[in-house]
């Protein structure tokens, strides 16, 4: 598929690149204030990290503990976290465009517009959608030839990954996205679940009618009888995966699960299996074939 097709095919079915409120449609040639230097904020770790592949010059950067911030913008100000981005710290940058996914849009959105800042809201609930919101922010800043080997590089890849598994029969999986204390079903709407899906798995509760996540009982889980059980966390880790293990041993319904009773229950690493796709899914991917193709190790549920 050429990449010109792949943007076009992805925004037909998902929001890919959303612009509110854009009065310059063409910041390659100047910026809102007439200067030729775009003034542009990324609020998200995986939005930096696409500014950063694109070349793109940020005039702002997320904090984050979880993730490294590239050396281009090492000393680029901070305007807070990903969820809670500073507003004031925001407004004093007088940015073009703040970049953000689309996520968490409902809730960025209006704040956003309150202090009169253009917002564009990237599309990273899956790979397809990173990449076709790559191809957005290409055409948009002037960086086409830049996303073009970005989006070459990832079909190469998936041509590559996808040809390991032919003739394989896909097996059925249920995706569990665990937060301290609790936990809920991830579809394949959900950028884990997108995973699943790229490496040949079968998402159990499909692909939750366009939500990400899904509350649902144990028993509804156990008439799905899925042939394996991937459990990821959506924050502190550490403390999922000891509530995972807890909920599996102390619930008895578990052990009626084919899957527990053979061993096919898989903890996701958080690095690799977060909320929002970053260029780090080929590694994604590379874990999870072993794990849906037989040769995972197993453990104790």
Known sequence: MKPRRLLSLCLA???ALSAIGCVNQHPEQTADDGSDQVRIVATSPAAVDICDKLELDLVGVCSSTLSTIPERYQDVTTVGTAMSPDLEILKSLNPDYVISPNSLQSDLQPKYASI???SLFLNLRSVEGMYAS?????????REEQAQALVEEY??????????????????????MGLPGSYI???ESSYVGNLVKLAGG????G???GQEFLTANTEDMKTK???IILRAAHALPEDVVEMFQDEFETNDIWKHFEAVQEGRVYDLPYDLFGMSAKFNYPDALEELQPLLYGEGIKQNP
Request: net charge negative.
């Open 225 to 227: 009888e899925p042939d």
């Open 116 to 118: 009169e800042v253009n």
């Open 207 to 209: 692909d939750g009618d």
């Open 13 to 15: 079915g998902m929001l």
């Open 134 to 142: 790559i191809e957005g922010l290409g055409e948009k800043f002037d």
């Open 155 to 176: 079909q190469q890849f998936m041509e590559e990954y996808r040809s390991q598994n032919e003739g394989k029969e896909s097996p059925t999986v249920l995706v569990l």
């Open 202 to 205: 079968v998402n159990v509760y």
């Open 185 to 187: 079903v991830a579809t």
